[in-house]
């Protein structure tokens, strides 16, 4: 059974651009969830796709967004990148969403921002 | 929100030595899930336990519910444990959040 997956791997990208970051969960699983670490901000909660509506959202700008299709594959948009957007970006799944069911993470995309 | 501490923040341990990893946390869960962070950044699912003990092969954990916390035991450790340990939580007060509050992890170096 194929685990989450995550592309790109790795990203460079200018302050001021956008970028999309890519998640496709494991079949059969319909949510999706966000998670941006940081040095010094740890493991952050970025939002929560379930059924292609978002159902739950951190406390981030909004520049910050995303979506879900209907294959529960998920997109996350940063707009107007900034220094401080550097980070890991990881993707979880899981079947009816974590508060009840095991999530499982990819192996991230790794973005820098210059 | 529900508050997740991890101790110790940092391990050393030599190849073959046992260690007990702690996480407590500040509220009700209905998830509790321990992770290891391998050196390329991917969190690898160990144990999805909101309470109970749970093993596999050198691991185990125990999650004691009505007193918050919960522990990772790492047997005969090997250089391949190394990496961040991390503790995640639902509180049961999210309501339908889905959202995982992780800990600050625990950074476990096994030397040979």
């Known amino acids: 059974k194929a685990g989450v997956t995550q592309t790109p791997r790795y990203l460079i990208k200018t302050r001021g651009q956008q970028v999309t970051l890519s998640c496709s969960p494991i079949s059969g699983h319909r949510s999706v969830s966000w998670y941006q670490q940081t040095p010094g901000q740890g493991l952050q909660f970025l939002f929560e796709?379930?059924?292609?509506?978002?159902?739950n959202k951190g406390n981030f700008p909004g520049r910050f967004s995303g979506r879900q299709f209907s294959n529960s594959r998920s997109e996350m948009n940063v707009s107007t990148l900034e220094l401080g957007d550097s980070a890991l970006y990881l993707c979880a799944s899981s079947v009816q969403g974590a508060s009840n069911t095991e999530a499982f993470f990819g192996q991230g995309t790794r973005l820098t921002v210059v | 929100g529900i508050q997740v501490e991890q101790s110790p923040p940092d391990l050393i341990l030599q190849e073959g030595a046992n260690s007990t990893l702690r996480c407590n946390f500040s509220?009700?869960?209905?998830?509790l899930q321990w992770f290891h962070q391998n050196p390329w950044g991917q969190l690898i699912n160990l144990f999805y336990?909101?309470?109970g003990t749970k093993q596999n092969g050198r691991l185990s954990a125990t999650t004691v519910a009505t007193e918050r916390y919960s522990l990772l035991y790492i047997s005969s450790s090997q250089t391949t444990d190394s990496g961040v340990y991390f503790c995640a939580v639902v509180g049961i007060n999210t309501g339908t959040a889905s959202k995982l509050t992780f800990g600050t992890g625990t950074r476990l170096q096994v030397t040979l």
């Open positions: 796709y379930f059924s292609e509506t978002q159902r």
């Open positions: 509220d009700s869960v209905n998830n």
């Open positions: 336990i909101p309470s």
